[in-house]
């Protein structure tokens, strides 16, 4: 491959000009960066992270070409790269922590006898870390991130207000990536059938609520009319006695 080769040339030390080493390191540079993008598109976040973390050499060999000879071409490339490769980076770090998240989630319900709160909390702050490393980065995978989080409150520790609070932000999210359609992304799905049996929930609550507090008038309005039936037959029997007196 021509990014090996030019990777050989550079570490090897071949003498060539200033502007040809650049022009090399820079080729590079972005073949490393294509690769971990690549990795990250399917998934792999460990090639995008050994991908990324190659950046580092030519990026160096760069900066101090750059110093050298003030190149602002040059330092503007870096500027640009360091920027797209540490969004890069932190979009994969997501889903690294993601995946740990998921894998000890997993361990905690299917091996242990007894739910291990611990761990629990250790699955919860694992996703909230990779909330953050998406946070303004990639909308998606926050959003995934933020639907993992609610099926812990909702399956696992039972809490439907932190769930339905997760679960809000993940639509809201959706919202953004409008007009794609993620009718066929778990994530969205799970989000999506768990807050509309909270609403079904809800309004079987409040029609319960309407219902009992429409009892609890009708039985009122039952005790008055009966009060009143008694106080009517009393008054004719009060009528009649004076009548024949």
């Known amino acids: 491959k021509q990014w090996y080769q030019r990777r050989v040339a550079i570490t090897a030390g071949i003498p060539k000009s200033k502007e040809h080493q650049a022009r090399m390191l820079k080729q590079l540079t972005m073949d490393y960066f294509h690769q971990s993008v690549t990795a990250l598109a399917e998934g792999n976040f460990k090639s995008c992270l050994q991908a990324i973390a190659e ?3 030519p990026q160096m060999k760069l900066e101090e070409i750059s110093e050298s000879n003030g190149d ?3 330092a503007n490339f870096i500027i640009t790269m360091k920027e797209d490769s540490f969004k ?3 979009i994969a770090r997501c889903m690294q922590t993601r995946c740990v998240a998921d894998e000890l989630l997993s361990s905690t ?4 006898e007894d739910l291990d709160l611990v761990a629990v909390w250790q699955v919860i702050d694992f996703y909230k870390e990779s909330i953050l490393l998406t946070r303004e980065n990639d909308v998606e995978q926050e959003a995934i991130s933020l ?5 812990v409150y909702h399956e696992v520790l039972k809490q439907k207000g932190k769930a339905k609070e997760m679960f809000m932000l993940v639509l809201q999210l959706a919202r953004t990536l409008q007009p794609r359609n993620l009718s066929e992304e778990e994530w969205f799905r ?6 509309a049996e909270y609403q079904r929930e809800e309004i079987r609550k409040e029609e319960k609520e309407w219902q009992e507090s429409r009892q609890k008038y009708l039985d009122q309005m039952e005790l008055k009319l009966t009060e009143l039936k008694e106080k009517r037959k009393k008054d004719r029997l009060r009528l009649c006695v004076d009548t024949t007196a």
Not at 109 to 112: E, G, S
Not at 190 to 195: D, F
């Open 147 to 151: 639907s993992k989080l609610g099926k």
């Open 190 to 195: 799970y989000s999506s059938n768990v807050l």
């Open 72 to 74: 602002i071409d040059i």
């Open 88 to 90: 890069t980076e932190c």
């Open 109 to 112: 319900i299917n091996d242990a």
């Open 55 to 57: 950046i580092y050499t």
